[in-house]
């Protein structure tokens, strides 16, 4: 294996030099290391190294990467982290044996039509640190993936199908603009490191409590109140909340007002515990409306008494202490677990540690 590295205080003069020694290794140089040489262009002349395995060209001034690169089939590492490209490059798709992809540091806004096509062997992108306001379906082509880091961008939102990577593991997205996190991220059965310090997400969705392997999470900075029921089961290791007006126990005197249901929500209570007791009429009924099946598929249990509403008639909050297991934020003594309830009746029922949501007007 031929290695050809040159060091940031080489000259540029140098570096072509050695590039020349590197391109007489032909097929047998396997590494060509050309960081922090002030590089305005890739060179062209790699398309002659058809065994490169991998390729460094940190710290340049690189806008564009050449259409010969197509011809680097066999290249495991890429970095162009510190250039000045502005999109993920579409040449990208031909090079099917990359497993490692750094582009953090450049002007990306947008990636190239086709560019994730090819790359069914990535393990590692990093895209920290670029103009990113969105990342396209076609993300969920990246089949191997397990590293994923997009720190310091502008997402304000992920794609659904970004959920659909089965293999990732490790999942960044510190210091963006995201609001939420699609339901779709139940989907993660693999993840165990998430990272969202500083977005503006309000709510995490119930799906997140499927996350059976997660066991790091940061939400720091956000604005998050209280967490889906169930959170508390998860099996973290490390859990940080800090920066979060999350509820607090503090309880205030409410009317009561009795609810009145609709004709649907009566309906649909009815059939949704009637189906639970296993009523042979309305299973066999069922399978012949769909529009009923749809409706019945969005129903709830109730905290309390287990039973199955539709609509949410009142919202709670559950203050459980964290897991002794987790590794927490130092001010952390209760989590607010969310839990809905299906009338006054199972209200009155409720625990010391349940309390109505209300907003309280200041004076």
């Given at each position: 294996m031929v290695t050809f590295s040159l060091f940031y205080f080489s000259s540029k003069p140098m570096a072509e030099r050695l590039l020349v020694r590197a391109l007489k290794g032909g097929k047998n140089t396997?590494?060509?290391?050309?960081?922090?040489?002030?590089?305005?262009?890739?060179?062209?002349?790699?398309?002659?190294?058809?065994?490169?395995?991998t390729?460094?060209?940190?710290?340049?001034?690189i806008p564009k990467v050449c259409p010969e690169i197509s011809t680097l089939t066999q290249l495991t590492s890429l970095n162009l982290g510190n250039n000045l490209?502005?999109?993920?490059?579409?040449?990208?798709?031909?090079?099917?044996?990359?497993?490692?992809?750094?582009?953090?540091?450049?002007?990306?806004?947008?990636?190239?039509?086709?560019?994730?096509?090819?790359?069914?062997?990535?393990?590692?992108?990093?895209l920290n640190n670029n103009q990113l306001t969105w990342i396209p379906p076609e993300v969920s082509r990246l089949k191997s993936l397990t590293y994923?880091?997009?720190?310091?961008?502008?997402?304000?939102?992920?794609?659904?199908?970004?959920?659909?990577?089965?293999?990732?593991?490790?999942?960044?997205?510190?210091?963006?603009?995201?609001?939420?996190?699609?339901?779709e991220i139940k989907f993660l059965k693999?993840?165990?490191?998430?990272?969202l310090v500083r977005n503006n997400i309000e709510v995490l969705p119930e799906g997140f409590c499927d996350l059976i392997n997660l066991r790091s999470l940061d939400i720091a900075?956000?604005?998050?109140?209280?967490?889906?029921?169930g959170f508390q089961n998860l099996k973290l290791r490390e859990f940080y909340c800090e920066e979060n007006p999350l509820l607090m126990k503090q309880p205030v005197h409410a009317?009561?007002?009795?609810?009145?249901?609709?004709?649907?929500?009566?309906?649909?209570?009815?059939?949704?515990n009637q189906l639970a007791e296993k009523n042979l009429f309305l299973m066999q009924a069922f399978e012949w409306y769909p529009q009923v099946r749809n409706i019945i598929s969005q129903g709830r249990k109730c905290a309390i008494c287990g039973k199955s509403f539709l609509a949410v008639w009142l919202e709670c909050v559950e203050f459980v202490p964290p897991s002794k297991n987790w590794k927490i934020s130092r001010n952390l003594q209760l989590v607010p677990l969310r839990i809905l309830i299906c009338s006054y009746k199972c209200f009155n029922q409720r625990g010391p540690n349940v309390f109505g949501i209300a907003q309280v007007e200041s004076r």
């Open positions: 396997k590494i060509v290391t050309l960081n922090g040489k002030k590089i305005t262009k890739m060179p062209s002349t790699l398309e002659k190294l058809p065994g490169l395995k390729l460094d060209l940190q710290n340049n001034r490209l502005e999109e993920v490059p579409e040449e990208m798709k031909y090079l099917t044996s990359l497993k490692k992809l750094h582009l953090f540091g450049n002007r990306i806004h947008r990636f190239a039509s086709g560019a994730c096509d090819g790359l069914q062997n990535l393990i590692l992108l990093s994923l880091s997009i720190n310091h961008n502008w997402l304000a939102s992920i794609p659904r199908e970004l959920c659909f990577l089965k293999n990732l593991s490790e999942l960044q997205l510190n210091y963006n603009q995201l609001i939420c996190i699609p339901e693999n993840l165990q490191k998430l990272f900075g956000n604005v998050i109140q209280i967490f889906p029921s009317v009561k007002q009795e609810g009145v249901w609709r004709l649907q929500e009566i309906t649909s209570r009815f059939i949704m």
